[in-house]
């Protein structure tokens, strides 16, 4: 099976804009799950979805959102852009049906850096 | 609510030595804790989970972890290791009896250094 994919590797934006990224899960996997990952902050877990639906969120603004189409692919946007926002964007995918004991499988990540 | 700690930044081991890297976590019921490893610019990679059953957990390249209740720990550990085994280490835990049960807290990473 292929991995877990994500587009666009990397990124360059200036502050203000906005950014949409990209997630394609495992084949027959349906919750994607999306982290931050910073040198400072760590993996820090934005928001999960299964089944087109949101069913955790982290402690981010709502700059940041996300949506989940119906064959599993997810995207996330993050609009009016901030330096702070340079980071890491992984995103995870699992079977999502399972009692929390399933593995997440992770892409290779998209690099955005805001200028 | 879950966390999950690493207490060490950065592990430095001779190749051929064993090593280990913490983590210790809280969670309110029984936890379910994963191990990752993460390669310059890349995702991370699965490593080992445990569920329930036997303490003493075997993963991919080698890695085991033990989970201990009391000391509510899961260390990595690795019998002898390589100079390829330098990497980010993360442990990570779900809470199964929480609400929010998909939900999986990171710790902040070990930096794992092998020394020739």
């Known amino acids: 099976k292929a991995g877990v994919t994500q587009t666009p590797r990397y990124l360059i934006k200036t502050r203000g804009q906005q950014v949409t990224l990209s997630c394609s899960p495992i084949?027959?996997?349906?919750?994607v799950s999306w982290y931050q990952q910073t040198p400072g902050q760590g993996l820090q877990f934005l928001f999960e979805?299964?089944?087109?639906?949101?069913?955790n969120k982290g402690n981010f603004p709502g700059r940041f959102s996300g949506r989940q189409f119906s064959n599993s692919r997810s995207e996330m946007n993050v609009s009016t852009l901030e330096l702070g926002d340079s980071a890491l964007y992984l995103c995870?995918?699992?079977?999502?049906?399972?009692?929390?004991?399933?593995?997440?499988?992770f892409g290779p990540g998209t690099r955005l850096l805001v200028l | 609510a879950q966390s999950v700690a690493q207490p060490e930044d950065q592990v430095n081991v001779a190749e051929g030595n064993p090593l280990t890297v913490k983590c210790t976590y809280s969670?309110?019921?029984?936890?379910?804790l994963f191990w990752y490893v993460q390669y310059p610019n890349r995702g991370l990679q699965f490593l080992l989970k445990?569920?329930?059953?036997?303490?003493l957990v075997k993963g991919s390249y080698g890695f085991e972890a033990e989970f201990n209740k009391s000391q509510t720990s899961f260390h990595l550990k690795k019998p002898s290791a390589l100079v390829s085994d330098s990497a980010l280490y993360f442990c990570?835990?779900?809470?199964?009896?929480?609400?929010?049960?998909?939900?999986?807290?990171f710790g902040t990473g070990t930096k794992l250094q092998v020394i020739p």
């Open positions: 995870a995918s699992s079977l999502g049906q399972g009692a929390g004991g399933e593995t997440q499988y």
């Open positions: 084949s027959g996997h349906r919750s």
């Open positions: 979805y299964f089944s087109e639906t949101q069913r």
């Open positions: 969670v309110s019921g029984n936890p379910y």
């Open positions: 445990y569920i329930t059953g036997d303490n």
């Open positions: 990570a835990v779900r809470d199964p009896s929480s609400r929010g049960y998909q939900k999986v807290t």
